[in-house]
């Protein structure tokens, strides 16, 4: 019994590292792109690239996208907070706003997660070092961005990139609620979220992204790994850990995202990395860490309090149509 629990949590810390790694790297990629892409052509290419990946892998894996009118609706208000709307804040923050910050910035995901949690009764269970833990995320956050040492402009992209955080969690809470855990695999569940972003960014290209676009090499490699690896693969790795370990568990990875935005910022971009970064580093890793190991009994309340009761099946299946086991659609 050990032995399993053990190797559960070594494969749960194991995604968490790889989804921080490949999410806290989108921020340097998107940089990257802008150099040759408006905000909604990034968010436009990174939606239809992502759903393509995830389409491909949908079918390849035997599932199939799901039907039903009622499962749609709750897909496209996921994709608008988690996909859509995101996206192209953080394309429209980057403009002013390096890259390193925007991770930190962003960082700020759990607590709006926790605020969420606290309002809709979903974290009752949360246990007083688990959120000495997110109050030690957070602090260790202030300490990177070090906004008395602030001079000057991030202003309104700054404010578009801490709305994008918002949206994350909302969209975190809302697919931990009408999403998963309902016999649909979470590979179906992805692409079609990434096909409904699509479509809404499609909507609002008209309005902002039409300029003529300049891909040079490094623009095109950069929005090809921004939509592969840092929008296909993150959003289902994300996916699956709000279906194994509730909402707020996902939105912690947030706190890790400084960590890598400012290490590849320093390494790539050549900015600062100073004896206080890394020293607010490491508090952001402590406080990750007190989350994760005092985690359990919270995360059990969440998946309770967002397991919804049986239903009706969806619209356009059959009322006896088999329902999977999620344990064989992963």
Request: proline share 5%; hydrophobic share 50%; charged share 10%.
């Amino acid at each position: 019994m050990s032995d399993s629990r053990g190797r559960r949590s070594l494969w749960s810390g194991l995604r968490v590292a790889v989804l921080a790694l490949l999410w806290g790297s989108t921020f340097l990629w998107t940089e990257l792109a802008l150099r040759g892409l408006s905000p909604l052509q990034v968010t436009f290419t990174r939606c239809v690239l992502g759903a393509l990946v995830l389409v491909v892998a949908c079918y390849a894996t035997g599932h199939r996208i799901p039907k039903g009118v009622a499962l749609w609706r709750h897909i496209v208000v996921a994709a608008l907070f988690c996909n859509a709307l995101p996206f192209a804040l953080f394309s429209l923050g980057q403009q002013s706003v390096d890259s390193g910050l925007a991770g930190v910035l962003n960082a700020t995901t759990p607590l709006w997660s926790i605020a969420l949690g606290l309002a809709l009764g979903s974290e009752r269970g949360l246990r007083p070092v688990r959120l000495a833990g997110l109050l030690l995320g957070f602090t260790g956050t202030i300490v990177i961005f070090a906004p008395w040492q602030a001079t000057g402009a991030g202003g309104w992209g700054a404010l578009a990139i801490l709305g994008a955080a918002a949206s994350y969690a909302v969209a975190f809470t809302y697919m931990g609620r009408t999403l998963v855990r309902r016999g649909t695999a979470t590979i179906s569940l992805s692409a079609a979220q990434l096909l409904a972003a699509s479509g809404l960014t499609a909507l609002a290209v008209p309005m902002g992204g039409l300029e003529t676009i300049n891909p040079g090499p490094t623009v095109l490699v950069a929005a090809v790994v921004l939509s592969v690896l840092c929008t296909a693969v993150t959003f289902h790795l994300t996916y699956r850990i709000i279906n194994d370990e509730g909402a707020t568990n996902a939105a912690v990875v947030g706190y890790l995202l400084p960590v890598v935005s400012v290490l590849l910022g320093a390494v790539v971009l050549g900015e600062d990395l100073s004896v206080r970064v890394v020293l607010g580093m490491a508090v952001v890793l402590a406080g990750v860490g007190m989350t994760r190991r005092h985690g359990a009994a919270a995360t059990a309340t969440v998946k309770e309090a967002t397991t919804p009761t049986p239903g009706p099946a969806p619209e356009d299946e059959p009322a006896d149509a088999p329902r999977p086991l999620l344990e064989n659609t992963r």
